[in-house]
């Protein structure tokens, strides 16, 4: 099993260009979510979904997107890059356990620099 | 809201023993915890749920206090590995399976 695959690795924009964070996993999760990190921030959730074709805001949303048409994938759309959407990204999956949540499995991560 | 981690920052010496503290003022379902080591992603550590029940590493202990709304992670004989940044993630009943994390307390452990 890959796990959770986040891509591109590293990536630089300018500000007002656009991108898409790719993010796939191989586990039959139901639950995705999407993660920013900012140094000494903690993680932040911006969008999460809980199955194919339902998606939900987290508590940094703006300026961005995401859509779920399958169970493996959950790109996050970047519209309008600005600098303050510099930070590094990660994509997590997990399935509820027998009592709750259960362990979420992370990504490897991208870093993003709006320059 | 965002549960708060203390302290923000432990430098130990290999041997030590550290615990890590994570408070929060909403009544919660369960406390995750994860480390994470720079320039990686964070590593499930364990889970304390409402009620008792623990999942998790064998070698990591921690508590969870529903009275206060309070976790600790005891961390003993600490070893180089052990270095990083450690998050709890909070979980309120009826969040939908959504985790809010700490900012992180920065474990430094050396030789």
């Known amino acids: 099993n890959a796990g959770v695959t986040q891509t591109p690795k590293f990536r630089i924009l300018k500000i007002g260009q656009s991108m898409t964070l790719q993010c796939a996993q191989d586990m039959n999760h139901n639950y995705m979510y999407w993660y920013r990190q900012d140094p000494g921030m903690g993680l932040k959730l911006i969008y999460y979904s809980v199955g194919a074709g339902i998606t939900d805001k987290g508590e940094v949303p703006n300026g961005y997107n995401v859509s779920r048409s399958t169970t493996e994938d959950f790109p996050l759309r970047l519209e309008l890059a600005a600098p303050s959407q510099t930070s590094v990204y990660f994509c997590?999956?997990?399935?509820?356990?027998?009592?709750?949540?259960?362990?979420?499995?992370f990504g490897p991560g991208t870093r993003l620099t709006v320059l | 809201q965002q549960p708060v981690q203390s302290p923000q920052a432990v430098i130990l010496r290999e041997g030590e023993d550290a615990v890590i503290n994570c408070s929060s003022s909403k009544a919660l379902y369960s406390v995750h915890w994860y480390r994470q080591k720079h320039g990686e992603a964070p590593v499930f550590l364990m889970i304390?749920?409402?009620?008792?029940e623990q999942k998790g590493h064998d070698k990591i202990s921690a508590s969870f206090n529903e009275k206060k709304q309070q976790s600790s992670l005891y961390l003993t004989a600490s070893q180089l590995s052990y270095s990083g940044t450690y998050f709890c993630?909070?979980?309120?009943?009826?969040?939908?399976?959504?985790?809010?994390f700490g900012k992180g307390t920065l474990l430094t452990v050396n030789p």
């Open positions: 304390l749920l409402k009620g008792g």
């Open positions: 993630g909070t979980e309120v009943r009826g969040s939908n399976y959504k985790l809010t």
């Open positions: 997590a999956s997990t399935d509820p356990g027998t009592g709750g949540m259960d362990e979420q499995f």
